[in-house]
């Protein structure tokens, strides 16, 4: 890390689905990293989740989703942080995404998708690199 | 050298030097529980560890080697594929699809604002409707979902909690416009609230007035749906969230107790509703472990239901369960693999005597299944039930001196931690301190800590790799479907008469209100056209919601 602050991370669970052991488990794995945590729980909405971005002033938001609503969500996250004037935010994701939609996502500016069997120590280079 | 005369004459002449000369692989040999796995089981460890009684005999008293006296030799277990998704329409197309090509029970996936106690116009639905199952707003989409179904002759299981009696209202009441009496219903809805408060998410109401609208169904379906299972108490999605399988044991078995004494604090007596309590595990990759699980279960629940509560009825003090193949093993990485994964998985199940099963199809990693992966599921089953021979003989690996003794520790292990859970003052008080969230989270960490290590394997996600995947075909749900359901929603909601609709509801909120049984009065809101959403918000209004208590 570039600086002797940590980075503050935010997990967040856009949808209703309840599956948070992803979610969960990495929160927990960028937190023994050295990194500051938050998460929000399930079932936020877009807006709760900018909120919750900008009371907690952080650095990256990993957002996890396996109800296979992203394509809805995302874009009103990502604008929500626009608006909010956070677009400097990283956004990266991880659930049940499928291949054909990284191209989309990526072009909202969410470069990290991490699928299942993904290892915590690849997450956690990439958080260390943004 | 004269040959070895007991287990430990063995371990010593034989074993132990063949480990000095060749040592053995440097793995931990123990279940997912942390059992240690001895490298041979003998008559000592029957002996030892168990009583005979406990064995016993299929269909009889503690029930371990099953609970019917034919098994499998007189029917199959019911072969059910968890499957809805889009709409109504597409729902009753694959329904119609699974039954014509031998499916021979019914499971019923809603989504997530179904789940949640919205309809499918609601903002917070938006991009959910038909994402994860079926929406059912109101009485039309439910029976579209059931056009051309006779619901006399098949069975139904939903998965359905926070909104179940919602859910039963609308099954009976489209039974009753096909002619069929509610008290020829088969099937269940899964109504168990803690398991949602520790794992899966879908809850609404706090645990009080959840407990509450669950023993009403209770009561309600003891005297008017006899044959429907008022509920399915859950070990399957603290398992998928992480746990072990002592804590599936236990935990199950905790909330389990839970009901039993929620019930009986309603005034109802055991024997007159828990014939109707059913039970969902999963069956996970450990495989004797898994046979080794689903024998415990059973004989706890009958030891408890006798020395705990009481009761006289044999069919109160049966387990008889549904499993589910894991999705959580499930790899996106060379996807075949998971065909190979949930046989073996589903042979854990029948192996350990359940009642009816669902297996995973091979790209859920990625999506819900394609049609094609579906009928692959099934046909496992078929292959299992049809040429594997494992059905010919009732509880075939019983008097197995490792499945026996692991039975026994199982049982014992999660005995003790039914224990600890009655000591901090039972189910719904250990969920309030986040007892069991912060044990499933603990377990869950630790697997993936040992999969990053290296220590446990996963072929072709942490060993055993390939460079190349092909690209395969992935199932998508057609935004049109959600515009048609909205469409057909909004359309029902003009021309219902609306005078009717107001009277069924404000009566739902004076029933709440007091404390009479819930069950008739939400029958009489779907049967008006309420919608689920709209029964939901009188009954937040009046309940109160639950927020979330995040541990991790």
Sequence with gaps: MSSNTPKRILIAKPGLDGHDRGAKVVARGLRDAGFEVIYTGIRQTPEMIVQAAVQEDVDAIGLSILSGAHLDLFPTIVTGLKKAGLEDVKIFAGGIIPKQDYEELEALGIKGIFGPGTSLGDIVSYVNEI | MENPKSKKEWIDNVWRPAVEKRKERDISFSTTSDIDIEPIYG???????????????????????????????????????????????????????????????????????????????????????????????????????????????????????????????????????????????????????????????????????????????????????????????????????????????????SHAIAYVEAAIAAGLEVDDFAPQLAFFFVAQSD?????????????????????????????????????????????????????????????????????????????????????????????????????????????????????????????????????????????????????????????AYQMQLEIEAGSRLVVGVNAFQSKEEPPIEIFRIDPKESEKQIARLQRMKSSRDQSKVETALNNLSQVAKSDQNTMPAIIECVEALATTGEICDVLREIFGIQKEMVVF
């Excluded at chain 2, 369960?321 to 046989?343: C, E, K, P, W």
């Design chain 2, 43 to 253: 008559p000592e460890d029957l002996q030892d560890s168990s009583e005979t009684d406990d064995i016993g005999y299929p269909a009889q008293y503690p029930y371990t080697r099953g609970v019917q006296p034919t098994m499998y030799r007189g029917r199959l277990w019911t072969m059910r594929q968890y499957s809805g998704f889009a709409s109504a329409e597409e729902t009753n197309t694959r329904y119609r699809y699974l039954l014509d090509q031998g499916q021979t029970g019914l499971s019923m996936a809603f989504d997530l604002p179904t789940q949640t106690g919205y309809d499918s116009d609601h903002p917070i639905a938006l991009g959910e409707v038909g994402k994860v199952g079926v929406p059912i707003s109101h009485m039309e989409d439910m029976e579209i979902v059931f056009n051309n179904i006779d619901l006399s002759k098949v069975s139904t299981s939903m998965t359905i909690n926070s909104t179940a009696s919602i859910l039963l209202a609308y099954y009976i009441a489209v039974a009753k416009k096909q002619g069929v009496p509610a008290k020829d219903l088969r099937g269940t809805v899964q109504n168990d609230l803690l398991k949602e408060y520790v794992a899966r998410g879908t809850y609404i109401y706090p645990p009080k007035p959840s407990m509450r609208l669950i023993t009403d169904l209770f009561e309600y379906c003891a005297s008017e749906t006899p044959n429907w299972n008022t509920i399915s108490i859950s070990g399957y999605h603290m398992r998928e969230a992480g746990c072990t399988a002592v804590q599936e044991i236990a935990f199950t078995i």
């Design chain 2, 287 to 443: 495989l004797l472990e898994e046979v080794a699980k689903f024998r415990a279960a059973r004989r706890l629940w009958a030891k408890i239901m006798v020395e705990r509560f009481g009761s006289k009825n044999p069919k109160s003090q049966t387990l008889r369960f549904h499993t589910q193949t894991a999705g959580v093993t499930l790899t996106a990485q060379q996807v075949d693999n998971n065909v190979v994964r949930s046989t073996l998985q589903a042979l854990s199940a029948v192996l350990g005597g359940t009642q009816s099963l669902h297996v995973n199809s091979k790209d859920e990693a990625l999506s819900l299944p394609t049609e094609e992966a579906v009928t692959v599921s099934l046909r496992t089953q078929q292959i299992l039930a049809h040429e594997s021979g494992i059905t010919n003989s009732i509880d075939p690996l019983a008097g197995s001196y490792l499945i026996e003794n692991l039975t026994n520790q199982l049982e014992q292990e999660a005995k003790k931690y039914i224990e600890q859970i009655d000591s901090l003052g039972g189910a719904v008080v250990a969920i309030e301190q986040g007892f069991q969230q912060r044990e499933i989270n603990e377990a």
